[in-house]
């Protein structure tokens, strides 16, 4: 994270009571100001919902998504993630960021996380960068994420990737020094 002060700007809004109310249970509930919370309001639709809606990408309720996963045999998950990979997820990524890269990716797969709700930690150490993802999909989830990760590390050239699956986890392990 850019730890210099960021350079920011007052705006006055008028907002529906009903609302306003709603944001300031919302910031009492996570303990932050109306002001952070309604920051992290704004940069969620510019980083990720109004690209996304761009791009294509919609939200599947995880009661609907595990049905489908469970009726899947292992196999047919690694052909999926072949298939997304066929089909285009660097133009996917392109039209949400721009940019194909392993630090514009690793913010929309962080985005992609949060709005997702999954739980997961990241940790960056010495030219190294490791994820936990805890998804609670299933195992099959686990092998999708990790193929699709391998082929983007694949794809920009990365070496020595490791990854690590559960029947709920995922951990993602990349060396950043190439």
């Excluded at 002060?5 to 300031?24: C, G, Y």
């Excluded at 998504?65 to 047919?76: H, K, M, S, T, V």
């Excluded at 997820?89 to 709005?115: A, G, H, Q």
Aim: charged content about 25%; glycine content about 4%.
């Amino acid at each position: 994270m850019n730890k210099r002060k960021r350079q920011t700007e007052s705006l006055t809004l008028r907002i529906e009571k009903e609302m306003l109310d709603d944001l300031r249970k919302e910031s009492e509930q996570k303990t932050v100001s109306i002001n952070t919370l309604t920051n992290q309001i704004i940069k969620s639709y510019i980083k990720w919902y109004s690209p996304a809606q761009r791009a294509g990408i919609m939200f599947v309720p995880k009661c609907l998504l595990i049905p489908i996963i469970d009726n899947l045999a292992e196999y047919q998950m690694e052909r999926l993630a072949e298939q997304f990979r066929k089909s285009g997820y660097e133009e996917t990524l392109l039209m949400m960021s721009k940019e194909y890269s392993l630090p514009v990716i690793l913010d929309l797969f962080d985005s992609w996380l949060n709005v997702s709700n999954m739980q997961f930690d990241r940790e960056s150490s010495e030219g190294s960068l490791t994820y936990i993802i805890n998804h609670g999909v299933g195992r099959k989830w686990s092998l999708f994420l990790e193929k699709v990760f391998w082929y983007i590390v694949e794809d920009l050239g990365i070496t020595g990737a490791r990854f690590d699956v559960t029947d709920g986890t995922v951990t993602i392990k990349i060396n950043l020094k190439q």
